[in-house]
């Protein structure tokens, strides 16, 4: 079993301040975790994801996500924030299923609104 | 670049019609995805599929149907629409590194 949390469904910045989006979650078996984006009125993009290489992941748009087993997290993060960057982030866990056969199924969070101020 | 395509992108209809969402994806995945979301909430897996002739149902009750008869193709279909199926349905391919691919999704709206 599987499952994601994203801890705020809204976060506000101010332009040009850091942005920290929250994400834990819950697996039987090693995960891969992905952050994705969805901007208004406009399809699901990857930002970066995590496959048990480097613990810090950096994806496009100057995003990038740590990975800490410990803590079962994967939280978001970019230093600067740009108006731009105003839209919705999906985390989002995949793991195989039991050892009979792989399930892979993505599951993911509620979702994050992310509000940018000028 | 997607190579994944929904349509319709905007489908309006009545109680009771029959409809079919496609979708078709020129990668070559073997797995495929229905997801529901409604507007500022999560994705609910609905259906997905590990290759032609594979279909599973997912974790949200849906009163829809798919078929997998062509690697490319994916089709949605509901029998007797309903105004509680008005939603968001997104499709997705995974490519062999676990990257998902989105098309633009259909907004359904049964009146």
């Known amino acids: 079993a599987q499952s994601v949390t994203q801890l705020d469904s809204h976060v506000s910045v101010s332009e040009g301040t850091p942005v920290l989006l929250r994400c834990n979650y819950s697996s039987s078996y090693s995960p891969s975790l992905f952050w994705y984006v969805q901007h208004p009125n406009k399809g699901l993009q990857l930002l970066l994801k995590?496959?048990?290489?480097?613990?810090l992941v950096k994806g496009i748009n100057g995003f990038e996500a740590e990975f800490k087993k410990s803590e079962t997290s994967f939280h978001l993060t970019k230093p600067s924030a740009h108006m731009s960057d105003a839209a919705e982030y999906f985390c989002v866990v995949s793991a195989p299923g039991p050892p009979s056969g792989g399930s892979y199924i993505p599951t993911f969070g509620r979702g994050t609104s992310l509000i940018v101020h000028p | 670049e997607a190579d994944i395509y929904q349509t319709p992108r905007y489908l309006v209809i009545g109680t009771g019609k029959k409809i079919t969402l496609e979708c078709s994806q020129t990668?070559?995945?073997?797995?495929m995805y229905w997801y529901q979301q409604d507007p500022g909430m999560e994705l609910h897996l609905i259906h997905y599929?590990?290759?032609?002739?594979?279909?599973e149902k997912g974790d949200l009750s849906s009163e829809s149907t798919v078929s997998r008869i062509r690697t490319e193709h994916f089709p949605l279909t509901l029998e007797s629409a309903r105004p509680s199926h008005t939603s968001q349905y997104l499709c997705a391919s995974r490519a062999y590194n676990e990257k998902l691919f989105f098309g633009s999704g259909t907004q359904l709206s049964v009146l």
């Open positions: 990668m070559g995945h073997d797995k």
């Open positions: 995590y496959t048990s290489a480097a613990t």
């Open positions: 599929s590990y290759g032609v002739n594979s279909t």
